[in-house]
Each structure stands twice: as C-alpha cells, then as structure tokens.
C-alpha cells in the first residue's frame, strides 16, 4: 500500500497547504460583525474567482488518482508472489503514447489560442487533440488484440490481468474525457460561439487530459518495468 | 472584559443579487422526480434509504429469531441466514447510513447552512440520486435472483465469495451485489464533488470555515474521505468481477474446492482485505463524522449555550479523519498478515482515541451549565453520547491488538460496531429528523409518539447489545447459524439469546411508530415557524418555510458571526442568528 | 428528571450487569493468561471512563435543565481543562496500549523449543499433521491435494515421509510444551480457535499461518472456525486433547505416518 500511502501523502500536503490559509486558528467568537469575503471572491479584484466546474475537476482527479494509485498499489503487492511473469510490453504502445501526448499538447494549443481569443483558429487543433485521442484508444484496442494474439490471454498470469485490467481502466477513463471533449469541439465550431464558456471548456479538458497523460506514463513506466528499478534504486538508497 | 470591535457595519455593502443559473422546473416531472432542487434529492434520497434500510430491520429480525430459537422456523435455513446477514450488514452501513448522512442530510443541510441556492452542480446531483437508486434496485434484485442474494457476510473476503460453499458464489448473488456497489460508488462521486465543492465555492458571504456549524464540517470531512476511501472498494470489486466472471487469479489462490483443484493460483485473498479496509475503516467514520457534527449542533442548539471548544471540535474532526487513512488494518490484526503491523496499527489506532474523547469530553462540557431543553432532539443527543461512549470504549479493546486475538470475530465484536456505528448514528439520525423535520415539513413532530420511539429504541438497543459483548467474552463466535451444543456456552447463555430477541422485535416494532409519526405529523403536526427551536444557523433564517427553490428569496444571506451565539450576555435574547449584523458594543466576558 | 434517574441506572445497572452477570471467559487453559490480564486492565480503565462520563452527564441535566428564567452560561473554550483531558487520555491510552504491545510481542516471538503442529482446515473439516520422528514436517502443496493425498504433502520430500497425518480426527497435545501451530487451509478462510486457549489465527489458502501457545492443563477442548467460510462455518467444529506426555505418546503411536497413508491407498474415512 506504499504507493497509495504516498499519493494520500500528497493528498494530506494540498489539504493541509489549503487548511493553513483559513484560519483555522482564529476565535471565531471574537469576530462578530466582520464580513470576510470568503476566499473564493477573490481578495483583490485582479484575480477572478476560479469557477467552481475547475475546482470540481480537480478533485475528482484527486478522486480518479485515489482510484489508480489503489490498483497500483494491488500490483506490487501481487507482483510479490512467485507466479508472477512480466508481460511484454507492444511496440505499438509507444505510439499510442506518443499520440495521447500529443493530444495534450494540442489541446495546450488549443488553451493557449482561446487564452488570446482566437476563437476560429483553435477549431483544427481541437479536431487534432479529438483525433489524436481517439486514435490512442483504437491502438490500445489493437495493442490487447496483439498481445492475445501472441498467446498473453487475461486469465494466464496475473501480470497479464493487470495489463488489460489497468489499461481497460485508464481507456475507460479517456473515453469519458473524449465524450466531453466531442462535445467542446462541437461547440467550437457553432455559429454562436460563447468565447467565455468555450474557453473554460477548453481549460478543462486539457487539464484532465494531461492528468490522465500523466497516469498513463506512470502506468506505462509500470508494464515496462521501469517503476520496479526505480523502487529498488529507491531501496538500495534507503539502505 | 474585552471590548469586541463592533465591525464596520454600515460599510458592508449588501449582498450582491447573484446571477444564479437555477434550473427552473417546468412541470411535475421535473420539478419533484427528476428535480435538480438539492432538497428535493435529499428528500428522494432519504425515503429510499429508509426504505431499503426496513428491509435490512426485518432480516435483523429474522436473524435475531434463528438466533434464540435455532431450528424453531423451518424457512431460515444456513443459507439464508448468511444472506440475512450479509445483506443486513450491506445495506445498514452503506445504503441506509452512508447515503442517508451524506445524500440526505448533505444535499438538504450544505446549501442551506452555508448560505448557497443549491449545489453548485445540480445535475450531476439529480443524477447521483437516480444512479443511486439504480445501485439499490441492482441489490436488492438479489433477493429475486436464481440462488438468492451473496451470502459471503457484508465483508465478502475471496475466495469463499466466489465459490459455491456460500449461496450466491457461483450464481447471480455476488454479481449483482458486486455491481450493485460499482454503480453505488460512481453515483456516490457525482454527489459528493457536489458537496465538496458546494462548501468549497458555494459559501455566502462572511461564512468562513470557522463560521461554519459543525454539521457541515462533519459532513465535509466524510465526503472528502468518501472520496478518497471508495476507490479502494471500487477496485477490489472489479478485481473481484475479474475472477468470478474471466478466470483472473488476482484474489484466488491455488484451490481444491470439494475435492476438485480449480484453475486459480497464485491469488492473495489477504490482498482484498487489504483494499477492502483500506475503505471500511475510513467508511465508520464516514458515518460518524456526520453524526459527530449532526449532535454537536443539536446539543448546542437545545442547551442554549454555544458549543464547548469549537475550535478543538474543528481539529479533531479533521485530525480523525486523517488518522483514520491509518488504521485499517485493525480489522486485520488474526488475518494472517505480517504480525508485525501489529504494533503500528494498535498505535495508530489507539492515538484516534485520543481526539475522539475530546469530542465527548466537549459535548459533555456543553451541557454543563447550559439551560437544558429536554427536548425530543436533545434525548436522542443525550442517547447518543452513552451509546457511542460505551461503544467507543469497547473500540479500546479491539483496537489493542493482543486483546483483539480472543474477541476478534466474536458476538463482541458485533455488540461493538453495532453501539458505535449502528446505533449510535442512527439515534443522532432519529434526532437530526426530529430537529429539521419542522423545516423540511413546516409542522412539528408528534412528541408523544416521538417519547415513546425514543425511549424504546434507546434503551431496547442498550439491552440488545450491552449485554451481547458478553456472549462475546464467553466464546460465542459471530455469523454462527447455530452455536449448537458446546460445553463453555452454559444454558443459561440462551436465554440471553431469546432475550436479546425479544428486545429486537419491541425495538423494530417502535421504528414503526417513528414512520407513523412521520406521516401523522405531516398532516396534523403543530405549524411549525420558521424557526422553532430559535436556532442561530442559516437555514433556520430562511424567507420561507419549507424553503422555496432557491433556497433565499432575492438576495442570498451574509453571514455576520459564527453559528453558535447562544446565551451571549448583554443580548436580548438567547440566541442571535448568524445573519443579524454587528450587536453594537455588547461586551462579552472571553476568557482569556 | 426520569431521564436523570434513567442514565443514573444505565451505569449503576451496567456496572451490577458486569459484576454478578454469570457469563465471563472460560477458564483458559494456555499460557496466555497474560491476555487475560491486558483485557482486565482495559476493562478498569474503560470501565471508570464510561461510569465518569455517563454520571457527569447525569449531573449536568440534573443541574442544568431548563427552569423558567434560566439562562445558559457563556464559555467558548477553556484552553487549560481541555489540554488537561486530552493528556489525562492520553495517558490511560498509554496504561492500556503499553502492556498489550508487550503482550503482543510475545505472542508473536515464537519459542525455539515450540513443537511444530500443522493445523489443515477445508470446507467443513479440520485436519492435522504431526511432525514424525525426525522432528520436522515436510513441504506441502494445495496443488498437491488429491483423494490419495488429503494434505497434498509433496512425496518428494523425504522429511514428510514419517508426517503423522489425521483426517478428521482429533488432535492431541503434550501438556505444558510449548506448540507452534502452523494452519494452512487447501479452499477457503477458516480460524482455528480454541476459546480456552485464547489464541486465534485466521488460515488463508496459499499461505501459512502461525500461532504459539502452551496447553497448561490437561482436558478436552472444542476447536470451533471463527472465519465465515460458508455455509457450514457454525457445524465446523473438532476436538483439541491435551493429556500427560505418556498418553500421547501412547495416542501418537497408533497414528498413521504419510508412508502408511499411501500404502494403504485409502484414506480413513472422516468420522
Ligand atoms: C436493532 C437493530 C439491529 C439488530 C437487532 C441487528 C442485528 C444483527 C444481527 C443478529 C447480526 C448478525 C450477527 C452475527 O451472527 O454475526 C447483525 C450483523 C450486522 N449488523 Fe446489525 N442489527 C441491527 C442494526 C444494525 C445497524 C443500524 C447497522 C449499521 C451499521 C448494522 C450493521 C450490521 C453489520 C455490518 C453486521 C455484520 C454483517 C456481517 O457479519 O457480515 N446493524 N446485526
Ligand atoms: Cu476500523
Ligand atoms: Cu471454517
């Protein structure tokens, strides 16, 4: 369960970080009459607010991140028994990472060309972030056809399970954020744009695209074995 | 004496009149089935949780009856028992207490008592309700299912979940239970963002964090623990489905199941109990931090005096809710593990006492020298502190490991959890209705009716499970069927059984009262006010009452002081609303 | 005031419960009396908070309820009494977590002399293993289980050769040395739990399990499983001897070896 104390490590530094600012050491009794705005209005009038879709993404990342630093956690823990033999890793996944990076880079694109509002030249880079997504989608389906093809079928090693279990999950996951980014591009290319809305919308997708990046690099680092030299150079630092 | 600066009044601007994007109904259908008004869901949330929860009282019921008269009712066979049981434990903490705290008294308290018009997601909040409902159907299509419901205990530790020594293993019984909180957890999430970041976002003016009542901070903490704590129950059933359903040995280890070897290997059941409570543990105080909340506002409510230590209480809600991440393997001190977590768990564990008692400690210091409403919401209160301190305490002993080894998976253990997060909630819930039933309704609750529920329940269920921990130190292990002949269980230990039983079915009976109450009272109950119980918090200084969609006419409320001005000296009544500007040089007597 | 009187009962009628009520503990019949004394401990301190905090409550209606005219007192905190409870706490926590962790240690340090004594549970049956006369049991496997083989002991394995094997039957102990009980279980989770020797252990398919204890007196005792394990978990019961060196010897002398099982080529049926 390290990984999962670790990720709750974290978790516990933002709480806490947040915490230390609301002054939770205050007499609240002493304070009658004072009207503090609450932080969210923004102390000064430079900052707008952060709108509450964006803090609600966030913490179903947080959410999202519980969920996979969990089943991360139940592959080492099982990787500790002796039946365990690593899957091989397609070559194609390369690929698809490549493809779902630059997916995030195009929506950057994308976050970059509404932040100057430059609402009709960021409509191609959308349909570019849309396709590249899905094509990592399409790959990971090909790349498990691959693999039971080559004779690494789910249920004969729980390496295996794990491969199409966390990758179901992650691509599951990407799904989500395809359907709602179908949606944005769609809006991108109405008539009647609301600049306002569509940038948020924007905002919000690359954010949860390049979390769901990140997971997927971890994820990869994981199958590839890369995560386990580093747990044990981590190990053989400790001691 | 201190002089409180009196603030600067007449400077504040009043609220501005927020552009709120309210999802307007346009018909019945959309304005009480498929409403987005968070006190609507919180209504639908709360009939169908007590609904479903009735259900898990009858099978108490007839588990309480094969339990004094083994063999006495021919249709409770071994098989139904362990469904009984499994499904009365399933639903009682999960779909009744979980999605009563939080769906329930959530959705309809957070927006009021922080000043909101509603979460600031509706949709995804109508939609949790309906997933919910979809997760309750799911389970208790199990009863209907070829083989009945799963009857692996509410624990549902592999392999034994899955294979056919217990009903339901190789049927539909664990599958729909395995789904069934799949879909409850995905709904769950979409309601619990809402609250999250309705407290977050969605707070009136002037509500700080250290203005807020304690019934939120409760609630707040255990959605954020929800949060964190579901995925691992997420996971370990899907892991779980992967081995029933594809043949995946991540739970399943090498197997000779009645003289046959199956295809497993390999498998760590002890894994899934790691996951399982890695959730379970944080899940009691998901339901007890609510509550915890929930009764420090009833107490101080009806004691008229603000309540002892706020700031303390603040603390340790979120102290405990951070140690409890840390403790989960408490429940696994005879699981096999490496004993040597032991001596970090019962240490972990034991610290948590530590901000718990200073909860109690505080509500008890509450009422000292307060001016003391025996009132319906104020016995629950009251029931509530000696049902969680005699369960709390027991928690002493099954937290420290060594003497966990003779109690665990005994009848102690059930009179335990049964006090602490069964009972015990469930009075501050009795209570909860008691006290916002005027404001959800407008009328109050019957108090004759409400006396005689009261009384039953509270010492019925002392008498139920009091004196079950001492089945318990005799060696009576739980989930046993039958105990049989056994030569240290005297007889004398049966007519405790037939007793404890009898308590069962009087406390049951007295729920139906309760559910009569809630009716009656709907139609003759005294009109109620706006505010009753002269409370000092937001929702009790609502325009209307029940309060109309939107929750505060035009302009939202901004909040002035904290929400337990009670009793302040100088001031003309004993209590003063969190809405009601600056008492203009009253000085207070702080000390110092 | 019934309610004064009511949780003035509550405690008086608990306390009176736990004194004169007749069902305790069994009289034990391991070395673990040190257990025994952990759960006395913690029953005093959790006992006396319970009496203070129920009574103290009952003071406080008594004093404090509403009369006409009554006005609550304004206290918001009290830095001092707080900090002092909270310490006051802490330190009966610590009365009670340092003696069990001690306690702790020693049921999990397992003695060099303790006898190994493998304990195999299946849906609905305990089953046993005496280390032969070399002193040590050999390897065994789930996979390994067959209807020739119940324990799946590996033939391989020249040390399990003279394993006493029991089917279904019941075990025997030397009283007073110390036994090293290894469980293993070939389907499900069980517990092997005796109520008079205070110990317990859950037995996990593909893994072992450990306790210790020493029997301290000599008598019949019921082996009972403590882990939900289907639908014949309350029917799942065995019986533990414990009895004089020299009658177990005399018992272990009429067991069969694993040599023996396979000659015969039929297992003892279960009784
Ligand atoms: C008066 C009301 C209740 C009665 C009479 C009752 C009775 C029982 C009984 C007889 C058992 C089975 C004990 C065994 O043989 O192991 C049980 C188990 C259980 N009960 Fe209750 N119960 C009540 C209320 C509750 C409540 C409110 C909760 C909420 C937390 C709850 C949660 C559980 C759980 C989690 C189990 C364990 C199920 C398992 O072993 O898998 N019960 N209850
Ligand atoms: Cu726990
Ligand atoms: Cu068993």
Known sequence: ?239 | ?592 | MAVVLILVLIVVGSVLFHVLSPWWWTPIASNWTYIDSTLVITFWITGIVFVAVVSFMAYCVFRFRHKPGSQAAYEPENRRLEWLLASGTAVGVAAMLAPGLVVWNQFITVPDDAVPVEVVSQQWLWSFRLPGADGKLGRAETRDVSPENPLGLNKNDASGLDDVIIEGGELHLPVGKPVRILLRSVDVLHDFYVPEFRAKMDMIPGMITYFWFTPTRTGSFEILCAELCGIGHAQMRGTVVVEEAADYQTWLGQQQTFTQLMASGEPRPAN
């Open chain 1, 1 to 239: 369960m390290s990984v999962t104390l670790i990720f709750l490590a974290v978790i516990a530094a933002i709480i806490v970080w947040w915490l230390s600012g609301q002054r939770l050491a205050s007499k609240p009794w002493l304070e009658t009459g004072s009207v503090q705005l609450p932080d969210h209005h923004g102390t000064d009038q430079q900052q707008p607010p952060v709108p509450a879709v964006k803090i609600g993404l966030f913490v179903f990342l947080g959410v999202v991140g519980a969920l996979f630093s969990l089943a991360v956690s139940a592959y080492f823990m099982r990787m500790a028994s002796t039946d365990w033999w690593g899957t091989p890793v397609p070559r194609l996944l390369w690929v698809n990472t490549a493809a779902l990076a630059l997916s995030s880079v195009a929506l950057q694109w994308a976050r970059r060309e509404a932040g100057h509002g430059h609402m009709e030249s960021l409509r191609p880079v959308l349909a570019a972030a849309f396709a590249l997504a899905l094509f990592f989608l399409v790959g990971q389906v090909q790349a498990w056809r691959e693999l039971t093809a080559a004779g690494y079928v789910l249920a004969d090693n729980p390496a295996n399970s794990f491969f199409y279990m966390l990758t179901g999950l992650h691509g599951l996951h990407i799904l989500g954020g395809l359907a709602v980014l179908a949606h944005t591009t769609v809006r991108a290319f109405a008539s009647d744009v609301q600049p306002d809305r569509l940038r948020l919308s924007i905002d919000l997708s690359a954010i949860y695209s390049h979390f769901m990046l990140a997971v997927w690099l971890l994820l990869f680092a994981l199958f590839a074995g890369w995560a386990n030299d580093f747990f044990d150079l981590c190990r053989t630092l400790l001691t």
């Open chain 2, 1 to 592: 004496m201190v002089e409180i600066p009196s603030g600067s009044a007449g400077a504040i601007p009043s609220a501005e009149v927020e552009d709120v994007e309210l999802y307007h109904p346009k018909s019945w259908w959309t304005k009480y089935v498929f409403s987005q008004d968070a006190k609507i869901i919180a209504v639908q949330y709360s009939l169908t949780a007590i609904a479903i929860g009735l259900v898990a009282l009858v099978l108490s019921w007839l588990m309480r009856l094969q339990l004094a008269f083994p063999g006495y009712f021919a249709f409770i066979d071994a098989d139904h028992y362990y469904q009984f049981i499994t499904m009365h434990g399933m639903i009682m903490v999960i779909y009744l207490l979980t999605a009563l705290f939080l769906g329930g008294f959530g959705n309809y308290l957070i927006p009021l008592m922080v000043g909101a018009r509603d979460m600031v997601f509706p949709y995804a909040n109508m939609l949790s309700y309906w997933i919910y409902l979809l997760a309750v159907l799911i389970l208790a299509a199990g009863f209907f299912a070829p083989g009945g419901p799963t009857g692996a205990g509410w624990t549902l530790y592999p392999p034994q979940a899955v294979l056919s020594g217990t009903p339901g293993g190789k049927d539909w019984g664990i599958l729909l239970m395995l789904s069934s909180l799949i879909v409850f957890i995905i709904g769950f999430t979409m309601g619990g963002l809402n609250y999250v970041v309705t407290v977050l976002q969605g707070r009136a003016r002037g509500m700080t964090l250290m203005r807020m009542p304690l019934t939120v901070w409760g609630i707040f903490t255990a959605t954020v623990m929800a949060l964190l704590a579901f995925p691992a129950l997420f996971v370990a059933c899907v892991m779980m489905l992967f081995d029933r359903l594809l043949g995946t040995s991540f739970f399943m280890p090498a197997i000779v199941e009645m003289g046959e070897q199956l295809q497993h290997g390999g498998g760590s059941p002890i894994l899934f109990q790691h996951l399982f409570w890695f959730f379970g543990h944080p899940e009691v105080y998901i339901v007890a931090l609510p509550a915890f909340g929930i009764v420090s506002d009833l107490i101080s409510t009806h004691a008229r005096k603000n309540i002892f230590g706020y700031r303390m209480m603040v603390w340790a809600i979120v102290v405990i809710g951070a140690l409890s991440f840390i403790v989960w393997a408490h429940h696994m001190y005879v699981s096999g593990m490496n004993p040597a977590f032991g001596f970090f768990f019962a240490t972990t564990t034991l610290i948590i006492a530590v901000p718990t008692a200073i909860k109690v400690y505080n509500w008890v210091l509450t009422l000292w020298r307060g001016d003391i409403h025996l009132t319906l919401p104020m016995l629950f209160a009251l029931a509530f502190i000696v049902t969680f301190v005699n369960g709390g305490l027991t928690g002493l002993f099954l937290g420290n490991v060594v003497v966990d080894v003779p109690l665990s998976d005994t009848m102690f253990v059930v009179a335990h959890f049964h006090m602490v997060m069964g009972v015990a909630p469930i009075l501050v819930i009795f209570g909860a209705i008691c006290h916002w039933y005027p404001k959800v309704t407008g009328r109050m609750l019957n108090e004759t009716l409400g006396q005689i529920h009261f009384w039953t329940t509270f010492l019925g269920t002392y008498a139920i499970f009091f004196p079950m921990h001492y089945l318990g130190l005799l060696g009576v292990p739980r989930r046993y069927f039958e105990m049989g002949e056994t030569a240290f269980v005297p007889p004398s230990a049966h007519t405790l059984n037939i007793f404890i039983t009898v308590m069962a079915l009087i406390v049951g009976a007295a729920q139906m009262v309760f559910l009569f109450n809630l009716v009656w009272s709907l139609f003759r109950g005294r009109e109620a006010g706006g505010n009753p119980w002269r409370a000092t918090t937001l929702e009790w200084q609502t325009p209307q009452t029940p309060p109309a969609h939107g929750n505060w006419g035009k302009e939202l409320p901004v909040v002035y002081r904290w929400a337990y001005d009670y009793s302040v000296p100088g001031a003309a009544e004993d209590f003063i609303p969190q809405t009601a500007p600056a008492d203009g040089g009253i000085t207070r007597e702080v000390p110092a």
